[in-house]
């Protein structure tokens, strides 16, 4: 149980274009889903936070409009970075919350913008 | 402000012995801890978590040691086997503006040598 899946795992884009990247929650019903992104021999570092019918809560540094989150349905977040460009290279990486403590990740996206 | 800390970055045991993976943390507000294993290029795995009002954990080969007072935890792998070499990161669950979030340490890459 608590499988979490990602669409694409491997993304390239131009620069200037925007790519959508999706999060489902499989087998339970998630009201809460993050987004986090992980450079290179770093730590998971926590984007926003992706609520279910409201909006999405953001850390601080992390432009809103750049990464543009929706969470239509209790399954299901979308990430969508706009305008991308080649330092938005990263993985990103999403979970879902399963109770109150604990997330479930998914498997990873890793976006290289040329 | 690092909160969550693996002061190791890697460590290095042989099969069959214990692997001690360590982690620090400065906020008395985290009440719940996780500790997830991680290969490249995929999405944390989680493995066994535990609540601030316990000390210790047990799941087959993984335990999870609390101490409150000096705001420490370590994971625990008996014995030891090859398919064990991952990074392992060290979570850490609390209300932080006002949300439940997770913070996580650097990350250990645990190498288990045959």
């Known amino acids: 149980g608590a499988v979490v899946s990602q669409h694409p795992s491997r993304v390239i884009c131009k620069s200037g274009t925007s790519v959508k990247i999706e999060c489902r929650s499989l087998?339970?019903?998630?009201?809460?889903m993050f987004w986090y992104r992980q450079f290179p021999k770093k730590s998971l570092m926590l984007m926003a936070t992706s609520n279910e019918g409201s909006k999405a809560t953001y850390e601080q540094g992390v432009e809103k409009d750049k990464f543009l989150i929706n969470h239509a349905s209790l399954t299901l977040s979308t990430l969508t970075v706009t305008s991308a460009h080649p330092e938005d290279s990263s993985f990103y990486i999403c979970?879902?919350?399963?109770?109150?403590?604990?997330?479930?990740f998914g498997p990873g996206t890793r976006l290289t913008v040329t | 402000d690092q909160q969550v800390k693996q002061n190791s970055p890697s460590l290095s045991v042989q099969e069959g012995r214990i692997s001690i993976l360590n982690c620090d943390y400065t906020n008395s507000m985290f009440d719940y801890f996780l500790w997830y294993k991680k290969y490249p290029a995929e999405g944390p795995t989680f493995l066994i978590s535990?609540?601030?009002?316990?000390d210790k954990n047990e799941d087959g080969r993984f335990t999870v040691f609390l101490n409150k007072s000096a705001k420490h935890l370590s994971l625990h792998i008996v014995p030891s086997q090859p398919g064990d070499s991952a990074v392992y990161f060290c979570?850490?669950?609390?209300?932080?503006?006002?949300?439940?979030?997770?913070?996580f340490g650097q990350g250990t890459r645990l190498t288990i040598n045959p």
């Open positions: 979570a850490a669950s609390g209300t932080l503006q006002g949300a439940q979030k997770l913070v």
């Open positions: 535990i609540s601030s009002i316990k």
């Open positions: 087998d339970f019903q998630a009201t809460t």
């Open positions: 979970s879902a919350r399963l109770g109150t403590y604990e997330q479930y």
